[in-house]
């Protein structure tokens, strides 16, 4: 079975890219989960983030906005204290930011969705050179989002966010997720 260049045979990356990579997600806790998610990854591989994921939901209340935005300096040393997360003093006050940026936005999947146009972009990119790391639309709800409050929000997260939620489908012409993704 042909998938994206970019999944290795892991079991944990196969799981996501053949079910959730690419499929558009429209429910805004999925929407928070994955941006705050896509932060802690920069400047580190996807798979670490996967791999951590199960105790991201644990630590951050099931990435309840409402409580991640009311922690406390000693939550903070709690979770810099864990070792099953990604232990960034910068990130884990990101992720308090970012909810109470999150809080304050009227509609958040309707927001972050307006960047396409409501509606998946749907690519057609059949070489790994192809695949862009920014567009135009992350660059605007980079923008948009830091305006906003928010930070670990560059165009090259946002746009790794487009992709994850499926707001651009980027899988490749030859993987096996292509033809039920470019539907739309």
Known sequence: MQRCFWCTDDPLYIHYHDHEWGVPQHDAQALFELLLLEGFQAGLSWITVLKKRERYREVLWGFDAQRIAAMTEADEAR???????????????????????????????????????????????????????????????????????????????????????????????????YPPLAKG
């Open 79 to 177: 979770l810099l204290a864990d070792p099953g997360i990604i232990r960034n003093k910068l990130k884990v006050r990101a992720a308090r930011q970012n909810a109470q940026a999150w809080l304050k936005l009227e509609d958040p999947a309707t927001l972050l969705w307006s960047f396409v146009g409501g509606a998946p972009k749907i690519n057609h990119f059949a070489e790994r050179s192809e695949v862009p790391a920014i567009t135009a639309e992350a660059e605007a709800m980079s923008k948009a989002l830091k305006k906003a409050g928010f930070t670990f929000v560059g165009p090259t997260i946002c746009y790794a966010f487009m992709q994850a939620t499926g707001m651009v489908m980027d899988h490749t012409t030859d993987c096996f997720r």
